[in-house]
């Protein structure tokens, strides 16, 4: 679950910054947390949340 709280906050924050500095308007912004929303009660749900899962496994096992 902290991994979901994490992702959710860094994603927020990537979309704030795209506001403000990249031009991203906010109605673009709603829109593509409609498709999260839409996306996260569709059947492709879990295939998605393996995918990121498997991915910030595969982050967290990176040696520096």
């Known amino acids: 679950m902290a991994l979901s709280i994490s992702a959710v906050v860094l ?3 990537i979309v704030f ?3 403000r500095k990249s031009g991203l308007k906010a ?3 709603v829109v593509c947390m409609l ?5 996260a009660s569709s059947s492709i749900a879990p295939t998605i949340n393996e ?3 498997n991915v910030a496994g595969m982050i967290g096992d990176i040696k520096f």
């Open 11 to 13: 994603l927020a924050i």
């Open 17 to 19: 910054l795209l506001i």
């Open 27 to 29: 109605g673009h912004a």
């Open 35 to 39: 498709l999260g929303f839409y996306l």
């Open 51 to 53: 995918l990121t899962t």
